[in-house]
């Protein structure tokens, strides 16, 4: 089937799906900020998202990038759209819908992790929203693994911290995971989770391939590295449904305000703050 082909057919209804609680699912979702969905793509789905990713790898694109360049471990990321139709061949948009009690959405594309070749770096701690500027409850990503990962080297989140602080981003700099990415900025600075995790209530899984992670943009996570002799491949797949809105909080405001017209801080692409954020996408998915 080509993508086009691909992202028209039906959506897999949901007990199609593995069955599973949906009411504590959706719970845990808008309380913690994540849910851990055991067994949610079975091995035809997965293997075909193995294959998507290798073509990924095999063909970057021009926004691929190795973080920490200086350092001999590979740490690749990519973002892309190949992955829309296999969203709907895995049920993994039934999923996002279940979770939502909404069937309208929009997949905003894939961003792939691959971590190998030694001791590669943890994800630093942070926030989607702090680079996305969107504010909603219908905000996620799906987050799948391609290996199997004991919980000390699955994605971490702060339980919760969805409905707290938006932080500045991390800026993914070699000598400090909290360097912010906005130079000078309202945004406060991350904290440094990593030198004081007692202090932070930290959920992660042993994680099987074939099992979900979902969570919403606003949380921090932070990522494990590898250990020689170790792959990681990781898939976060991510969604926008109707509530989510333009968030026109500035980030930066030198970068806003050049032209000293701090308006523009709350426009992006023709949306005011508050505006439904959909606008600026094509069909819903
Ligand atoms: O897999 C990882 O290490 C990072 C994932 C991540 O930060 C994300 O999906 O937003």
Redo the contacts with the bound molecule.
Sequence with gaps: MSLAEEANAARQPLDALPRRDWAEARRRLEEDGVVFLPGAIGKAGLARIEEEFAYSVAHPSPKAVNFYPSENATFFEDTGQRMQGLVRETGIDTTVAALWGEETMWYLGE?L?L?ENGFSR??PW?Q?TSYLRMTGSQLV?C?V?LDPLPKEHC?EFVRGSHKGTLFNGSAFAADDDTAPLYKRSLLPRLPDIQAARGDYDILSWDLAPGDLIV?H?GIL????GTVPGMR?R?A?L?FLGPNVVFDGQPRDEVGEQAGNDAALASVYGGLKHGEPFHRMLGAAH
């Design positions: 961003q992790f971590k943890r994800t942070h989607d990503a987050w693994s994605l969570f943009l996570h932070g990522g494990a990681r990781t976060s991510r």
